[in-house]
């Protein structure tokens, strides 16, 4: 087995099948399996993947263990000399694996690979290609002082929006929507620390990997669509703990010990500050979504509109 696709699913039965779809319509000499991990979803997503691709290997959850551990349990079986983390809400192009195993192949110094990624309106996820967030990355990130020098070195070394978008070359950091590992790599670094429920762990695992020799890679000779939830406004509260939560994981496992004491008191007062604006951002939105619910009811009452009319 050369590939083993590792996708996890949850709640997003019709974004999993059409994924599944675009994969099966690949154009590759390369064999292939696909592992679907399913964290206990409710929408039908099993029963209409088991019935349209009986091909998939299913793993099914009883919980939701997040995004880490699901993954790992999609390594755990994998039998491909290559895996690839692959999100649910993506749509890959018919040469994108074989692009991408070729490249591998040919590049045995390369640990760790990912593609282009752009949104639906065909600009570029910049979460694809990043620099490590250092404290200082970090600083310059919150400040706004990376979009405002967008092509500065110094102050974007994150998104790095200074580098062509469309030429190759070694990456700090991939994103855990598309990143292709050799075997080896994962048998010498270790799988996704299950600390992260979701959110950093692809960091994390670049960050491993680069540490042990490897080089991480982007490139762009092919693409995927990533179909990204929308605005982040009104989402779950736990969504935006475990980010913050991660972030401070992320800063603790990494960089705690290498700065001083009055960098990582920074570093937690600005994680707690993003995260208590973040809720009130998200608590101010949800309030006007209501004040609007409410006055459209009063507008179609006052014109004899009735519920569901």
């Not at 405002?148 to 998104?159: D, E, I, T």
């Not at 996704?192 to 960050?207: G, K, N, P, Q």
Request: net charge positive.
């Amino acid at each position: 087995m050369d590939l083993s696709i590792v996708i996890v699913n949850y709640n997003t039965k019709e974004l999993t099948l059409t994924c599944l779809q675009s994969l099966y319509q690949s154009k590759t000499t390369y064999k292939y399996e696909i592992i679907l991990i399913d964290n206990c979803s409710v929408d039908g997503s099993v029963q209409s993947a088991f019935e349209l691709y009986p091909r998939v290997n299913l793993i099914l959850n009883a919980e939701n263990v997040g995004f880490s551990k699901a993954n790992n349990q999609g390594i755990d079986i994998a039998k491909g000399r290559f895996i690839l983390l692959l999100n649910s809400d993506t749509v890959v192009e018919p040469d994108t694996l074989e692009a991408m195993l070729r490249f591998m192949d040919d590049h045995p110094e390369v640990g760790a690979s990912g593609c282009k990624v752009v949104l639906p309106d065909g600009t570029l996820d910049k979460a694809c290609r990043r620099g490590f967030p250092t404290p200082l990355t970090t600083f310059y990130y919150v400040l706004g002082l990376s979009k405002l020098f967008s092509k500065s070195p110094r102050f974007n070394s994150y998104h790095m929006e200074y580098l062509n978008e469309d030429e190759a070359y070694p990456i700090d950091c991939l994103v855990g929507a598309f990143m292709m590992v050799r075997r080896e790599v994962i048998e010498q670094v270790g799988k996704l620390d299950e600390r992260f429920f979701m959110y950093f762990e692809d960091t994390d695992w670049c960050f491993r990997i680069q540490k042990a020799g490897w080089i991480n890679y982007y490139y762009p000779k092919t693409k995927i669509t990533h179909f990204k939830r929308g605005s982040s406004r009104g989402r779950p509260y736990r969504i935006t703990y475990e980010f913050h939560r991660a972030m401070k994981l992320f800063y603790d496992k990494h960089y705690r010990e290498k700065y001083p004491f009055w960098v990582t008191v920074l570093m937690y007062a600005g994680i707690c500050g993003k995260f208590g604006l973040t809720v009130f951002k998200d608590l101010l939105w949800k309030a006007a979504e209501r004040l609007s619910s409410l006055r459209r009811t009063r507008n179609d009452h006052s014109r004899g509109i009735s519920p569901g009319q």
